[in-house]
């Protein structure tokens, strides 16, 4: 059972989507505006939010980064009408888990919320890196990752892909990696690998420690450690 809370102003296809989500025995609180739902969130536990974009008082992609700062460990899902790539891109790169587009099969829709249910749920069993203080900075502007001293030069592409795990509490799905390195080219995954290699070989060579990199088959890339931004 997943406590969800569905955020959408269209209050008849939030009413059938609750109820189809109820009939697999998940919790379901249903919030028509962003006031609603940042009043909700402080009064009902919640696993995932379900959010569209399109929201009368606050714009969904307003939304997202403040969920991230304020709720790191609730899962986010966008649902929502925009399907352009570029509103894919950057709904994933301020935080949401997943990007889902109208219409969908209320099925899909819940394999996806069960399946970040399961992600959310798992690091609780282990200790945060984040815990520990941090060795490693990343400096954006300068495009320079820092340890103990030891700086290495990085090129724009291994600056921003490792931007953009310190910027996830979860791990980041493959495919939002191939989208933001050129996603309609079909070497693009290749490619990925690629620069994950160059990294881990950089990091060893010029800061002689391994990268705390890691890859989830099946979820994407995650810090194994805590980075300091710059």
Known sequence: MTQILIVEDNGDYAGDMAEFL???????????????MWAA???????????DLGLPDEDGFNVIPRMRQLYPGIGLLVLTG?????????G??????????KPIKFSELAAHIEALDRR???????????????KWTLKVS??????????IDLTE??????????????PVPRQVI???????????SRRVDMLVYRLRKKARTGLGQDLPLRSAYGEGYSLSAGFNIL
Do not use: W
């Open 22 to 36: 109820r009939e697999l025995d998940h919790e379901v609180a249903i919030a028509t505006s962003a006031s609603e």
């Open 157 to 170: 592409k291994e600056c921003n892909f490792l931007h953009l795990l310190t910027i996830n509490t979860r």
């Open 82 to 90: 925009r399907a352009a790539f570029d509103n894919r891109i950057l």
């Open 92 to 101: 994933l790169r301020l935080g949401a888990d997943h990007y889902l587009t």
């Open 178 to 188: 191939v989208a933001g390195m050129g996603g309609e080219d079909p070497d693009a």
């Open 41 to 51: 969130l402080t009064r009902t536990p919640t696993a995932v939010v379900v959010l």
């Open 120 to 134: 959310v749920r798992a690091p609780e069993a282990a200790p945060s890196a984040a815990a520990a203080p941090s």
């Open 142 to 151: 300068a495009r320079q990752l820092e340890l103990s001293g030891a700086v």
